[in-house]
């Protein structure tokens, strides 16, 4: 039996079962999607495509902000070798953040979103109607309290307890995440500067602040799976974040092509974004050094491979296929259309939903008093992260292939032979149909994962029974 260091940790493993909780209706309503893209009225006008797609995103938000904040509150009392200032404040502010997400989601669902917006103060301060800024005013706000709450107990832990560069680098992403939040507040009428505030927030997030609490999380797991000195991997991590903030930073400009900012931004945007690779192919390199380096073999492999799967394919989702639209006179085409979404698709799961399903795996036994889960829970657990990868990737491939006979049909001809953007969808079937696949073998390997945590306990009293 394996005990935890501090009591207080154990306010992770709520915000974990909630983070997974959301997960699977984020699937669920990817799922849908891509039915819909098919089959335009499947559940039509019960959920219309705006709708399930706008659940689909925030989903995507909330899930893993609910995971940052879970594995937050689970390392930060190790690292500083305290228990965490406030507890019950923590398990306050799970109750209020799943609330208040949950009410948010069904008033898309329920409600008419002009008649949301009109009930929720959007005439006193409009913010609404953005892309995965769409919440109502009262939503914002609540994100924005609980958001402090959260920072206020974290920080206070960290200051009245040992520094490392982990949990000073976890909090430096987390006060940037916050602070980049204010700028859904700001709704100019200016279209221009709307479209620059709202990348301040979209991109300063996934390749800016978020990319610390990345790099944050894959150094821990790495120290605690690998048992490789703290100083070898402190150093790696310092040059991992300063990359990514010097080419995220300036690499925001690469959503500057074409919304009305100076030429220079063609430059700059793809100079910085052609480095953008860099630091997560540094990640990879950095994991697999650490695994090759290791001074243990961890009995929570499953653990281990949902570490090594982030670093990898966060370089191929964020690094490689990011890299394939990045450059203006590539983007000029390819910009909006089915390359995004497979590049987005890849880069989120990569990047951010491995590293907090990896986190999950690394603290969940911890946090039910053992080091690691039984080993037919990890098999299930490896099985789980392969179907989930493989599903991930016949839906990237199928999204990169329409993309491409996309912008061949639509975007290049001239002369009025182009097609129009429904015959041009029409074409595209083949590959929204391989997609739907793609996502039910990753609905499945989610599936597989979900009941990894069941299966082991069953397992455990039958043998304690038996002992018995």
Same mark, same amino acid.
């Given at each position: ?26 699937? %669920? #309503?990817? &799922? %849908? ?12 006008? !019960? ?26 509150? #689970? ?9 965490? !200032? ?22 898309? =669902?329920?409600?008419? +979103? ?19 800024? @769409? ?35 976890? =909090?430096?992403? =987390? ?10 507040? &700001? ?9 620059? +505030? ?7 997030? &996934? @390749? ?34 300063? #990359?990514? =903030? ?8 690469? !959503?500057? +092509? ?34 090759? $380096?290791?001074?243990? @073999? ?42 995004? /979404? ?34 037919? /829970? ?39 032979? /182009? ?12 590959? +929204? ?21 069941? &299966?082991?306990?069953?397992? @455990?009293? $039958? ?6």
């Amino acid at each position: 039996m394996s005990t935890l260091k501090f009591e207080s940790q154990k306010v992770a493993r709520l915000y974990f079962i909630g983070a997974l909780g959301l997960f699977l209706g984020q699937i %669920l #309503f990817g &799922v %849908l999607l891509g039915l819909q893209y098919l089959m335009g009225d499947v559940l039509f006008p !019960h959920i219309p495509f705006n709708i399930a797609r706008m659940v689909h995103t925030n989903l995507l938000i909330v899930w893993l902000l609910m995971g940052f904040m879970g594995s937050a509150y #689970f390392l930060i009392p190790e690292e500083a070798q305290t228990e965490l !200032h406030s507890p019950k404040l923590a398990v306050a502010l799970f109750w209020i953040f799943l609330v208040a997400g949950a009410l948010t989601i069904l008033g898309y =669902l329920l409600v008419p +979103y002009a008649t949301l917006a009109a009930a929720t103060g959007n005439d006193l301060l409009a913010t609404m109607g953005r892309e995965f800024l @769409e919440q109502p005013l009262p939503t914002k706000v609540g994100i924005v309290v609980v958001a402090l709450g959260f920072l206020y107990n974290i920080s206070l832990t960290v200051l009245k307890g040992r520094k490392t560069a982990i949990s000073l680098v976890l =909090l430096m992403g =987390l006060w940037g995440l916050a602070l980049m939040f204010l700028f859904s507040f &700001v709704n100019p009428s200016n279209l221009v500067r709307d479209k620059m +505030y709202w990348w301040f927030v979209v991109h300063l997030w &996934v @390749e800016g602040t978020w990319e610390l609490i990345l790099g944050a999380l894959l150094a821990y797991l790495l120290i605690k799976t690998t048992g490789v000195d703290r100083e070898v991997i402190d150093k790696w991590l310092y040059l991992i974040i300063t #990359f990514a =903030l010097v080419t995220g930073i300036l690499g925001t400009g690469h !959503h500057f +092509y074409f919304i009305g900012l100076p030429g220079y931004w063609q430059w700059i945007g793809s100079v910085f974004s052609a480095l953008e690779p860099i630091p997560f192919f540094m990640m990879t390199l950095f994991a697999f050094n650490m695994i090759q $380096r290791r001074k243990r @073999e961890h009995p929570n492999q499953a653990a281990v491979l949902w570490t090594v799967g982030c670093a990898v394919m966060g370089f191929l989702g964020a690094g490689l296929w990011g890299f394939i639209h990045t450059l203006s006179p590539v983007n000029y085409y390819t910009h909006g259309s089915q390359i995004t /979404a497979a590049h987005g698709h890849l880069a989120f799961y990569g990047a951010y939903v491995l590293v907090v399903v990896a986190m999950i795996s690394y603290a969940m036994p911890l946090l039910r008093g053992r080091e690691a889960a039984p080993q037919r /829970a990890q098999n299930m657990e490896m099985w789980a992260f392969w179907i989930m990868t493989i599903g991930m990737g016949v839906m990237v491939l199928a999204l990169t292939g329409a993309g491409i006979l996309q912008i061949w049909l639509q975007r290049i001809p001239a002369d009025g032979a /182009a097609m129009g953007f429904m015959q041009t969808q029409d074409q595209l079937r083949f590959f +929204y149909w391989l997609r739907i696949a793609g996502g039910l073998g990753f609905l499945s390997g989610l599936l597989i994962y979900l009941s990894s945590f069941f &299966v082991g306990d069953k397992d @455990e009293r $039958r043998l304690q029974t038996a002992a018995a």
